[in-house]
């Protein structure tokens, strides 16, 4: 069955740091979301990419998704402390069905 | 005030009891979502519906059972078959044919006394 993969899973950086987290996809994807999960929370989402190597941006958050739509990445750049949480990826081959990747936890040591 | 409702916030299940997990939307959606997630671990589809009265199991759906009577409503119990019920889960909703944004409501953490 299709299988969503997503590394590293755990991240510690320094305050200010970059931050990559990776996901992918055994088969080709429809689009692919990204939410963010704070401890003790609920994911939230963040973007929605649909296109061949988009990349769209929201501040210091860069998202892409792969030319084959199979892959897709999430940095961010000089991470503050409220970027904390688990980042997953989600993917769907156009039906209701998600399969959610592993995740990745960030943690940010001020 | 939109969203989706999850009670109750925390429940603990005996053993050989069914429990069920309650999930309301006012947001219109089409489809409706059960995930469990473990400690450290991510989202594992349980169940989803497209429409009422219609839906599929995901790919941890043994020990598990729902329904969709209403649009708005789609509750979960957790059977006494499912050994290892201990987790976090989580309802959500999203609209359009396929591929929407996934609206997530707080959560209900079931332990098992």
């Known amino acids: 069955g299709q299988q969503v993969m997503q590394i590293p899973q755990y991240q510690h950086v320094q305050e200010g740091e970059d931050f990559t987290t990776y996901c992918n996809s055994s088969?080709?994807?429809?689009?692919i979301q990204w939410y963010k999960q704070r401890p003790g929370g609920h994911p939230v989402f963040l973007i929605q990419?649909?296109?061949?190597?988009e990349v769209k941006k929201q501040k210091r958050l860069t998202f892409q998704f792969g030319e084959a739509k199979k892959n897709s990445s999430l940095h961010i750049t000089a991470t503050q402390t409220t970027d904390v949480g688990t980042y997953f990826c989600?993917?769907?081959?156009?039906?209701?069905?998600?399969?959610f990747g592993t995740g990745t936890r960030l943690k940010v040591l001020a | 005030d939109g969203g989706i409702t999850q009670s109750p916030k925390y429940l603990f299940r005996k053993e050989g009891q069914n429990v069920t997990l309650s999930c309301e939307q006012n947001?219109?959606?089409?489809?409706m979502y059960w995930y469990r997630q473990d400690p450290g671990q991510g989202l594992r589809l349980i169940y989803y519906?497209?429409?009422?009265?219609?839906?599929q199991k995901g790919d941890i759906a043994e020990g598990y059972s729902v329904s969709r009577e209403k649009k708005e409503s789609f509750p979960l119990t957790v059977t006494s078959a499912q050994k290892n019920p201990t987790a976090f889960y989580l309802c959500?909703?999203?609209?359009?044919?396929?591929?929407?944004?996934?609206?997530f409501g707080a959560g209900t953490r079931l332990s098992v006394l």
């Open positions: 959500a909703s999203s609209a359009g044919q396929g591929g929407g944004i996934q609206y």
């Open positions: 947001l219109n959606h089409d489809a």
């Open positions: 519906s497209q429409i009422v009265n219609d839906f």
């Open positions: 989600a993917g769907t081959s156009g039906t209701y069905k998600y399969i």
């Open positions: 990419l649909v296109k061949s190597g």
């Open positions: 088969t080709t994807l429809s689009n």
